[in-house]
């Protein structure tokens, strides 16, 4: 009897002797916590959500709709990016205004391919003010993970009011755990044992995010 067979023969006789339990998995774990910390209006929820985006020094921008085009296409010029990646269902008109090249989301492209590429456009699932994450669920026009992983460059449009909650617990109601989620808070960084921090090693250097709602156009920070 090989070792593997002795310890799996082990959990099968700790299991066997183990009380089934037959609460149902959604009532097995208590879940009386808060859904949100505090009362906020739809208005403050946003605040917050740009406040905390600026806390993870990802840049915040508002816009109309009508507006969109034009301010995605300054964001664009003013990076210099000459390319841009795009999901393939990614709104037309939102680069209608841009002279960037456009580059599909393309299954063969190889890493090299993409980190070529100077930016990327996509929009999200949702956006969870209290810690001030981007989540993206691989839907259409936010295309495949690598996407948003591999540019040093990533400009994401997120909804305004509807595309925007308060917490965690509010965020996973909107989520399917079968799709595949990236949850983003600010440009990738990371911090060695001297506490030096170091952007861009698991993902962009520069996370842009562009609030589109009534307003009219303005930078919350650059």
């Known amino acids: 009897m090989s070792s593997r067979e002795r310890i799996l023969g082990r959990v099968q006789r700790a299991l066997a002797a183990a009380r089934q339990d037959d609460t149902p998995y959604d009532q097995a774990v208590p879940r009386d916590y808060l859904r949100e910390h505090g009362e906020r209006s739809v208005a403050e929820t946003v605040e917050l959500l740009a406040e905390n985006l600026v806390d993870y020094r ?3 921008h508002r816009s109309t709709a009508a507006d969109l085009p034009a301010t995605i296409a300054g964001m664009l010029a003013a990076r210099g990016s000459k390319t841009v990646l795009v999901p393939p269902g990614l709104e037309v008109e939102w680069l209608a205004a841009s ?10 492209s190889t890493p090299h391919e993409l980190d070529q590429v100077d930016s990327v456009v996509t929009a999200c699932a949702v956006a969870v003010a209290e810690t001030g994450t981007i989540v993206l669920d691989g839907s259409p026009d936010q295309g495949r993970r690598r996407i948003t992983l591999v540019p040093d460059h990533h400009i994401c449009v997120v909804r305004v009011p509807d595309q925007v909650v308060s917490s965690v617990p509010q965020a996973l ?6 799709r595949p989620l990236t949850w983003i808070s600010g440009p990738s960084a990371t911090s060695d044992i001297e506490l030096d921090r170091v952007e861009g090693v698991h993902g962009p250097r520069t996370l842009e995010v562009v609030l589109v709602g009534g307003q009219a156009s303005a930078d919350v920070t650059s």
């Not at 002279?99 to 063969?108: K, T, V």
């Not at 109601?173 to 079968?178: F, H």
């Open 99 to 108: 002279d960037a090249e456009r580059i599909p989301d393309r299954a063969e």
């Open 173 to 178: 109601e909107r989520l399917d755990p079968a």
């Open 58 to 60: 990802a840049i915040v």
